[in-house]
């Protein structure tokens, strides 16, 4: 199945910096969601988007859908440690089959 | 129940044996989904249900792998003669499908290890 490509695929960063990640498809796509997974835990929504440019906040955390369709982006301001995790795009076209970004790995250090 | 429900949490079973796991969704959502996802790797999708039918099951790897949804809301997915390959975090998922409402809410997963 189709996977899109998420950059960094890790990120060893200090407690108080901001955090960017960005997902490419080569299919364009009508939703984007971004997910955080911790060990042993099933994916957890962060945040949906639905239009082309859009920008929306969830806290400290805000995501854009790209004007190309093809891409987006996730930015966390002010990490903290609970921060830690795997971040995960997902894209759909039609609003029913979901493909999965490769994920990055976040590390918050005190 | 208040979010996506599966069963085991772990499973270790042998090389061609039988495995069910179970999935209950959020109530009231009508889509499920199932996904796999190995170590290191995002979520792969398998299949998709829409009410008690399998609207898009193109992600299941091959005939060993088959799921139900009988009564449009629990799911079991299972696998026949399982391989060592089959070794992964079985995830499942479910979504509201109203219009413009896309997030899927997953389970916590179902570990499945095959000697």
């Known amino acids: 199945g189709q996977q899109l490509n998420q950059s960094p695929q890790s990120m060893f960063i200090q407690e108080g910096e901001d955090v960017s990640m960005n997902c490419t498809s080569s299919s364009i796509f009508n939703t984007w969601l971004w997910y955080k997974q911790e060990p042993g835990e099933g994916p957890v929504l962060l945040i949906a988007?639905?239009?082309?440019?859009e920008l929306t906040s969830n806290g400290r955390l805000t995501a854009q859908f790209g004007i190309t369709r093809k891409d987006s982006f996730l930015n966390i301001s002010a990490s903290i440690p609970s921060d830690v995790g795997i971040y995960f795009c997902?894209?759909?076209?039609?609003?029913?089959?979901?493909?999965f970004g490769t994920g990055t790995s976040l590390t918050v250090i005190p | 129940g208040a979010g996506v429900s599966q069963t085991p949490s772990n499973k270790v079973t042998e090389k061609g044996k039988y495995v069910e796991l179970r999935c209950d969704p959020i109530?009231?959502?009508?889509?499920l989904y199932w996904y796999r996802q190995s170590l290191g790797q995002g979520p792969e999708f398998l299949i998709y249900?829409?009410?008690?039918?399998?609207?898009?099951d193109s992600g299941l790897p091959n005939d060993r792998f088959f799921a139900v949804r009988p009564e449009g809301s629990v799911s079991t997915l299972k696998i026949q003669r399982t391989e060592r390959g089959d070794s992964a975090v079985y995830l499942c998922?479910?979504?509201?499908?109203?219009?413009?409402?896309?997030?899927?809410?997953f389970g916590e997963g179902s570990r499945l290890t095959v000697l």
């Open positions: 109530s009231g959502h009508t889509a």
């Open positions: 988007l639905y239009k082309a440019g």
């Open positions: 997902a894209g759909a076209f039609t609003g029913n089959q979901f493909y």
């Open positions: 249900f829409q009410g008690t039918g399998a609207a898009d």
């Open positions: 998922a479910s979504r509201r499908d109203r219009a413009n409402t896309g997030e899927l809410f």
